[in-house]
């Protein structure tokens, strides 16, 4: 393995699990804080709890941003380490997470104008809530597919270019299967308006893939005595 797809690949897995780690206490730490929540459809984060604290929502979304250029690097690393045989699929899977990172980007973006156009709108008439409803809604479905949909198909393509030839492979094969399944899942409850199904799908598979970043890290650790320049 060429030196610095290990070295990207060790310190992207310890980003994606600290910041996963840290995207699941925030998450959960709203629960705690406010009695009366509700989950829904979140913009920056794949879901938000309705609630009063609007700091730690902001930096629970932050947070989970932050995770979109690491995942990027890391499917980046699984494509050079992938052998000739299964380039094709890990290239299936890098272009899943392009796509994804792309419209989390934009959606992320949105959010401010989308904030600002809802202190606009309350302040005059109805029909501008209307509309920012329906931007509201559109933004939320974008940032759904990206984190269910394509981060699904990313997870599952991944699967070939770890060969199953020793029990870290198997791991890795077997978490990346179950974390693309339940965000596929989550995606189909999202569409036939199942929010509380899929929000629960979703935080499965975010488990399971705060797993798989444990795994990477043994994974190319187990590398550092075996890279070369090229």
């Keep these: 393995m060429n030196k610095y797809t290990q070295k990207l690949g060790y310190f992207s897995a310890w980003g994606i699990l600290i910041l996963t780690t840290l995207f699941i206490i925030l ?10 929540t509700e989950w829904r459809p979140a913009i920056t984060s794949y879901y938000r709890i309705e609630t009063s604290g609007g700091f730690l929502y902001d930096f629970c979304g932050f947070v989970f941003f932050l995770l979109t250029p690491l995942i990027l690097i890391i499917f980046n690393c699984f ?3 992938a052998s000739r045989s299964t380039r094709i699929l890990s290239g299936i899977a890098l272009s899943s997470i392009i796509l994804s990172a792309v419209l989390r980007t934009l959606s992320y973006i949105s959010q401010f104008e989308l904030r600002a156009f809802s202190i606009y709108a309350q302040s005059e008439e109805t029909y501008l809530d209307h509309i920012y409803s329906l931007f509201e809604k559109i933004s939320t479905s974008v940032t759904v597919m990206a ?6 198909l990313a997870e599952l393509f991944i699967i ?3 060969s199953g030839s020793n029990k870290i492979e198997k791991k890795i094969r077997i978490t990346s299967f179950i974390a693309g399944i339940f965000n596929l899942l989550g995606a189909l409850t999202f569409i036939v308006k199942k929010e509380g199904i899929s929000a629960s799908f979703i935080l499965v598979s975010l488990l ?3 797993i798989f970043s444990i795994l990477c890290i043994i994974f190319f650790s187990r590398f550092k005595s075996q890279v070369y320049e090229g």
């Design 79 to 81: 494509h050079d380490y």
């Design 147 to 152: 984190v269910t949909v394509f981060m699904g």
């Design 208 to 210: 399971f893939f705060t």
């Design 27 to 36: 998450l959960f730490l709203q629960l705690f804080l406010n009695q009366e």
């Design 160 to 162: 070939p270019v770890f």
